[in-house]
């Protein structure tokens, strides 16, 4: 299967097994969604169950708390990742805080899953890569699949966490990978980075479609040793897989698409400099997106991380 595939499977699974499953969001019902990633799911399960939604991301999210909230668990589609943003107010002021402000009465047991990313010439407010703002926020879980396989059990075990889940789907990939999965019913707990290649002279730590690219460019390095992590969520972090990965190595690289500045990969080296800092035999080099605004698609090639920026990065650790 893709990840197309895969995800879809899993809404349907999880709507066979649980009726108090729903998915809402624009165009999911009768078209299947703007990547086709529900489609089908409105023929089986009709229009109680599949809700083609007006244009309002702040509504189809606020909905989704109030059903959540009343003991539904809504899966909200917001078509691009750019259209996330009117509902932050939403998941920031409301969603992430209902537990607490309760004092553990109600619980919103959601999911909102939005592709996100560049790499298919899109137009504006369609390739952001948005997610520190969720991940900076106490009381979302953020996950990111890279992969068919990942994205199928990672998306079951969101759906059925009790907290909300932000659920970015790396829009690249989509279609770009096909890999064996199981039709039977198999979850991936959140919170649990995966070794993805072992090695023993630099680690590089990514997620979302960059672990593809990160795997793609380092073979064209076949004289070093890496070691590759995918942390596949993001909130909660699994510091200790990479926290250990580069006690073994003493070289680290961050490599994300979101612009540099106040990102996650941030998080990742402060997490490095705190826990293994004098196992360090070089400064943790980044490769990330630039300050900018994705640019428009004649540009995008040069604003992505790719092969060329990679090996520099690989060739700087390695030379301290």
Known sequence: MNMVQAINL?????MERDPSVVVLGEDVGKDGGVFRVTDGLWEKFGDNRVIDTPLAESGIVGVSIGLAVSGIKPVAEIQFDGFSYPSLDQLINHASRIRNRSRG??????VVRFPYGGGIRALEHHSDSPEAHYAHTPGLKVVVPSNPYDAKGLLVSSIRDGDPVIFMEPKRVYRAIKMEVP???YTIPLGEAKVVQSGDEITIISWGSMTKTVLDSIQKAPDVSIEVIDLRTLSPLDDKTFIDSVKKTGRAIVVQEAPRNCSFSSEVIARINEKAFLNLEAPVARVAGFDTVI???????YYLPNENRILNAINYVKSF
């Open 10 to 14: 899993a809404l349907k699974q999880e």
């Open 295 to 301: 640019p428009l698609p004649k540009l995008e090639n």
């Open 105 to 110: 009465r109600y619980h919103a047991q959601m």
């Open 183 to 185: 039709e039977k019913e």
